[in-house]
């Protein structure tokens, strides 16, 4: 029995270390492989191969195991004492150890394939680390290959966006370069002869007009008289009321203007929000038949545009170029009863100080009745730079204020609001009409009855003016010829009543040097020298002769030197009598060629 149990322990050590190898876990094996070795197809191949090793020795692990457990409980039961007798018999002792026998035999098999499935495992372990570090190289190498190709495709998509408003915009350059003028024949007719009565003024009546200190024909009434031609060639704002929307940029001016137009139409051409300085362009909006493009070229001609083409406006080609060197102006018409008797005009919004901004969008609301100064009631207050505006430019036109935007506040804070722009205003010096609340969910009817009720200002009568102007100036000028010739006249006279005196000191001199010449005798004596003699009858008559010699003397420079003014006052007054007379011709035909132009173009003008 001692032996028997020997058996069973070392039988019992066996399976433990059989069972401590394949239960207790390995460390990784760290060696290091050229992933350049292998391509993705032997990775996969590899890793398909050693994955079904793995199983295989699995199983085989698990059929060892299962035997070693046979085993162990065969020779359990071969252990157990047998109940019946006391001792076992020699044959059933012999059929133990023949069992025990084969059993080691057994084990010692098993120990053999336990070893050779140990480097078959160790082997396979090294294979999977070498895969696994392969695998890591390549997800490496595949993550550093998606996050290129990712940024690769975002400036794809930002190159393609690119190009695609490069595109929009030379696509809308092309369209304003190609536009064609507009087919007009009325319009090209006053746009010509108003033309030719405006630079009649400018170029040939101010300078006459100057000449004669005439203080109407000032820079200013140059500008009205720019102001008077705009008008008549603009027919979307003549005999109209015209309403200016201004403000700072980003305060929702357009967004007004583009609620005015989809009242009634929601699926009208909204204008463009513009985003920038540049890229402001001031825009008319009138009533007209069928929604109709036209725009203004710096060169002054209107042209035609189709309604595609103006819907390339949009933020994103504003941006990209500088449309105020080819589009001075936009002309926009909808059918939209709104506009029946006003017209609209958007403009450039003020964000700075810029000089060529606040010129170019003071000239065009100077045309207007009424000013609309939009607010952000987000903002809070109107600031320095759109005071300055105002109180130096656009004094003249009506002014009122919309706060836009004032769903946003509540009623307290807006009449804060409201309070602290009054104060702004008053401080300045700003006159305004009244100051309105707006937003996108008020209605616009509110905001229409206010424009409707705009009394439209009286245009001065400039050609009235000019003309009577002209007869007054030709009436003062002729006076003023009148009265050069006149002294002209009188000037002569004086030069012969000068040059008359100068002759009769002449003939004193003269008669006197006679007088005392008839008095001296030449006396030649036969002793004594030669010499001449005066009587002391005579001796008298000698001295009156040089006393009026020596009065002719002192007479004659002051006498010469009045002949010499007089001389000069006379060619300066033929100079300014011929002068006079070039300017009084130079007028009078001006005047009738001006006559004639406003005749031709509109004889009511005169009345």
């Known amino acids: 029995m001692d032996s028997t149990i020997i058996i069973v322990a070392i039988l019992a050590l066996l399976i433990g270390a059989v069972l401590t190898f394949f239960l207790t876990p390995k460390t990784k094996d760290k060696t290091e492989i050229n992933s350049d070795k292998y391509s993705k197809k032997d990775t996969d191949e590899l890793e398909k191969k050693l994955r079904e090793n793995l199983n295989i ?19 359990s039961k ?39 499935l140990e480097k078959r495992n160790k082997k396979t372990k090294e294979e999977v680390s070498v895969l696994d570090n392969k695998l890591y190289t390549i997800e490496k190498e595949k993550k550093d290959i998606l996050e290129s190709n990712n940024k690769n495709i975002e400036k794809l998509v930002i190159s393609e966006a690119e190009n695609k408003k490069q595109k929009e915009s030379l696509s809308f350059i092309s369209d304003i370069l190609n536009a064609n003028n507009a087919v007009d024949e009325k319009f090209q007719e006053v746009d010509q002869k108003t033309w030719d009565i405006f630079s009649l003024i400018k170029n040939e009546l101010k300078p006459t007009l100057e000449y004669f200190n005439n203080n109407l024909i000032t820079d200013n009434f140059i500008e009205d008289c720019w102001s008077w031609r705009n008008q008549e060639i603009k027919t ?13 940029f980003s305060a929702g001016k357009t967004s007004i203007v583009n609620r005015i137009l989809k009242q009634d139409n929601p699926d009208a051409v909204e204008l463009p929000v513009k985003s920038t300085e540049t890229t402001a362009i001031p825009t008319y909006i009138s009533n007209g038949v069928d929604f109709n493009c036209q725009f203004y070229s710096p060169s002054g001609d209107l042209k035609n545009i189709t309604k595609e083409s103006f819907q390339k406006v949009t933020k994103s080609v504003l941006d990209e170029i500088n449309i105020s060197s080819i589009v001075k102006y936009f002309v926009l018409s909808y059918n939209n009863k709104n506009l029946s008797d006003i017209s609209i005009l958007d403009t450039p919004g003020f964000g700075s100080n810029s000089e060529e901004i606040i010129t170019k969008t003071t000239e065009v609301i100077k045309e207007a009745d009424a000013l609309f100064w939009v607010v952000d009631a987000n903002t809070g207050e109107i600031n320095n730079s759109s005071v300055n505006v105002i109180k130096d430019n656009l004094q ?19 009449e804060i609001l409201r309070n602290k722009i009054k104060e702004t205003l008053n401080k300045n010096d700003i006159k305004y009409q009244d100051i309105i609340f707006f937003s996108n969910k008020m209605e616009i009817d509110e905001l229409m009855d206010i424009l409707n009720h705009i009394e439209p200002q009286k245009s001065p009568e400039i050609i009235t003016q000019l003309n009577e102007q002209i007869d007054i100036t030709l009436k003062k000028a002729k006076v003023s010829q009148n ?3 006149k002294e002209f006249i009188d000037i002569g006279n004086d030069i ?15 008669n006197s040097l006679i ?27 000698f001295n009156r002769g040089m006393d009026k010699i020596s009065s002719s003397r002192e007479i004659m420079p002051s006498q010469i030197d009045g002949l010499l003014d007089n001389n000069k006052n006379h060619s300066d007054k033929l100079e300014e009598k011929n002068e006079l007379k070039y300017f009084i011709d130079n007028l009078d035909s001006e005047k009738i060629r001006f006559l004639e132009l406003i005749n031709s173009y509109n004889p009511k003008l005169l009345k």
């Open 57 to 75: 020795l699995q199983n085989e692990k698990v059929k060892l195991e299962k035997r070693l457990e046979e085993k162990n409980n065969k020779i």
């Open 78 to 116: 071969l252990l157990e004492p047998n109940l019946d007798d006391d001792k076992l018999n020699v044959s059933q002792d012999k059929k133990l150890l023949i069992e025990i026998s084969q059993l080691k035999d057994e084990i010692e098999d098993l120990e053999d394939e336990i070893k050779d």
């Open 236 to 248: 979307w704002i003549k005999n109209k009321k015209v309403v200016a929307i201004v403000g700072e």
């Open 396 to 414: 003249s036109v009506p002014l009122y204020i919309i706060i836009n935007k004032s769903d946003g506040k509540s009623p307290d804070d807006l």
């Open 483 to 485: 009265r050069v010739k």
């Open 496 to 510: 012969d009543d000068n040059i008359v005196r100068i002759n009769q000191t002449l003939t004193d001199f003269e």
């Open 515 to 541: 007088d005392m010449d008839s008095v001296i005798s030449f006396e030649s004596p036969f002793f004594g020298k030669d010499h001449y003699r005066i009587t002391e009858s005579n001796y008298g008559k």
